[in-house]
């Protein structure tokens, strides 16, 4: 059982420093209070301290990263409720420790619990855990401490952490069926050509009949993938670790993003997700008191888009200038031409014409003519929407006007509520036109396939009942 040092008031108004025993810090508190004196300081000693280091170790479980977000959303939730039930918050984690599953969360819990005991607030405990509460999470924590409203902090915290959760969600959902389909399509498709056409292609050396251009072309495609089958998966690795790469140098990473923005319909989902997090982002650290310059660094850097982390860093240093929000943002929200978002462009409309290669190499001349004319098409497009801004006037002037009536929150809510509802709409239109578009693409795949090899199976049955009449 820990000891507590204390200093307290007794009846009189004598200072008195004294010693407890007691299974946590609430219950030693209330011992004092029992025994009529009024507590001032209140920490577990030194000892103890180390005691209690000890076996909150033995309570840890290994774990790989952070928390993940449903359980964040989940624990911060649960936290909100049972301090509006007007719990101490040492006692309201305790119950959510020991409620968490093994893993980062829990960890995390039993350190800040520890550090709670030891006289730490909770700002300053969660803080010591960076991989489970970022500095978002801390800095409200902290202004809600700091205002005495944590009970109201948490509950804004939990919202947002549950839409913002949502909004992930949305976006990772609209993804995960296109490549799902596209990952099952390539396997059936790789079997196909590994396995069956070969059968094929013996069959009709055997019957020595000449085959039709659109049979030869599908044993070409059907050797090149017996050949060269392990690079289907390389491939892919071998893009995504180019990007990491790339992504490594500030203008690498920041030519990625700009790419990502400017694509057709993509461009325009990633715009406004990143729009919505970040404006509801500083709505709520405004909301909770966090002052501004800390706000705009803490959106910041939870953007995730180099481009947007530069609009809001150019804004952070206006405002220390003595500028507002609104008008260095419409500023800097026009994109420059950047070599690598152009380089990127050219990439993508090269690899259909690429592939061409991959199933008959000779026909390299024609293929670099391709390229040629669809990397001058991309950079055409490229050129003509790179200065389209990435913050569009609705933005700027809603916070224009949160700014002048003193509401910035407010509106800052408004716009992240509207651009959420611009997301689920895209998302929902993503998914119904992929769907048809699907279907489409593997219909044509089976009809060139079935029509491949059926035209010389015609051909050879027309020839066998030929030779029997």
Known sequence: MPTYQFEA?????????????????????????SMGYFVTKISVQKADKKSGAASSKSRKSFALGGAGGKKVVTFTRQLSILQDAGLPILRSLKILEDQAQPGALKNALIDVCDEIEGGASLSEAMSR???????????????????GSLEVILRRLAEFKERTQSL????????????????????????????????F?????????????????????????????????????????????????????????????????????????????????????????VPIIEGLTITRETSGNAMYEKIYSKVNDS??????????????????????????????????????????????????????????????????????????????????????????????????????EEVENITDGLMKLIEPVMIIFLGLVVLFIVAALFMPLIAIISGLSGGQK
């Not at 008031?9 to 209070?33: K, L, W, Y």
């Not at 923005?261 to 909301?287: D, F, Q």
């Open 168 to 199: 992930k969600n949305k976006v990772i959902g609209a993804l995960i069926y296109p490549i799902m389909v596209i990952l099952f399509t390539v396997g059936i498709m790789t079997f196909i050509m590994i396995k069956i056409i070969p059968e």
């Open 319 to 420: 405002i220390r200038e003595g500028d507002t929000i609104a008008n260095p943002m419409k500023k800097y929200s026009v994109p420059s031409f950047h070599p690598v978002a152009a380089f990127f462009f050219m990439a993508t409309m090269s690899l259909p014409p690429l592939g061409v290669l991959f199933i008959q190499f000779d026909l390299w001349f024609y293929v670099m003519y391709a390229c040629g004319a669809l990397c001058t098409i991309s950079l055409l497009y490229y050129f003509m929407y790179h200065k389209k801004p990435v913050v569009e006037d609705l933005v700027v002037n809603m916070i224009d006007v949160g700014e002048e009536t003193g509401e910035l929150d407010v509106m800052l809510y408004k716009v992240a509520d509207y651009y959420e």
């Open 201 to 289: 292609k013996s069959m009709f050396i055997e019957f020595g009949i000449a085959l039709p251009a659109m049979t030869q072309l599908l044993i070409s495609i059907s050797d090149r993938v017996v050949k060269l089958w392990f690079l289907f998966p390389l491939i892919p690795i071998a893009i995504i670790l180019f990007i990491a790469l790339v992504c490594k140098f500030k203008a690498g990473r920041m030519g990625w993003h700009l790419y990502l923005l400017k694509i057709p319909v993509i461009g325009k989902l990633v715009e406004k997700s990143n729009l919505a997090r970040t404006t509801r982002t500083l709505g709520a650290l405004v909301a909770s008191g």
């Open 129 to 147: 855990s960076p991989k489970v509460f970022d500095r978002l999470y801390v800095n409200m924590i902290k202004a809600g401490e700091a205002g």
């Open 9 to 33: 008031m007794d009846p009189q108004g004598q200072e008195i420093r004294d010693v407890i025993d007691a299974p946590t810090q609430d219950d030693a508190q209330q011992t004092i209070r």
